[in-house]
């Protein structure tokens, strides 16, 4: 079946640390993005990137890295700069003019 | 700048309810997208409905109704008789360009009970 693959589902950081989430997709999707989600939140978008060696800071970028050496992996490193990581996080695709298409989240949570 | 509000946080309803989620944007774009998502306890985001902004007409799919009010700036959605599947967070997003970069609403969690 095609879709996204986030992992892992659960994740926990020490303080200090970074940490890398994976997020895969075989939909042959251009465009990758990754939102950030907090209790009581709307989303809000950390990075995307519409092509592979290409990607651009989002509203809330700050403590965060990615890397898009290939078309269907856009992985998303919390940094230990980021003092506030825990929440969601939702990696979603696109093609085209199409909706975006949704992940299963993974939840960061700081030991 | 746009922001996107959803003022009821939470709902609970009886099964068979009807039920009606609040949406209202600002904008000052003339173009632009609306969108509705569903979040279940799973996690994923689900695409229900985008509509941009000149097509006004209120669309049906289903138990699933849209109201669409520019005067207003508003974006409703109502569910028809409500199923215990369908509780879930509901999203309301806002986009100028198709869907590429959202403004979000809060989200509501609606509760249907058996």
């Known amino acids: 079946d095609g879709g996204i693959t986030q992992s892992p589902k659960y994740l926990f950081r020490k303080e200090g640390q970074n940490v890398t989430l994976s997020c895969e997709q075989n939909l042959n999707h251009d465009a990758m993005y990754w939102y950030r989600q907090d209790p009581g939140q709307g989303l809000r978008l950390i990075y995307y990137?519409?092509?592979?060696?290409?990607?651009q800071k989002g509203d809330i970028a700050e403590g965060y890295s990615v890397s898009r050496e290939k078309k269907e992996s856009f992985p998303l490193t919390v940094t230990s700069a980021q003092k506030n990581p825990t929440a969601f996080y939702l990696c979603a695709s696109r093609q085209g003019t199409q909706p975006q298409h949704f992940g299963d989240g993974t939840r960061l949570s700081i030991l | 700048a746009q922001k996107v509000t959803q003022a009821q946080t939470e709902i609970s309803v009886v099964e068979k309810e009807d039920v009606t989620l609040d949406c209202v944007y600002e904008?000052?774009?003339?173009?632009?997208?609306l969108f509705w998502y569903k979040q279940p306890p799973s996690g994923e985001l689900v695409f229900l409905i985008r509509r941009n902004s000149f097509d006004e007409q209120n669309e049906i799919s289903g138990r699933y109704s849209w109201n669409f009010q520019k005067s207003t700036s508003s974006f409703n959605f109502t569910i028809t008789a409500s199923q215990v599947v369908d509780s879930a967070v509901y999203f309301c997003a806002l986009s100028q360009n198709y869907g590429q970069n959202f403004v979000f609403g809060p989200g509501t969690r609606l509760s249907v009970l058996p």
């Open positions: 990137s519409q092509i592979v060696n290409d990607f």
């Open positions: 904008t000052r774009d003339t173009t632009y997208y």
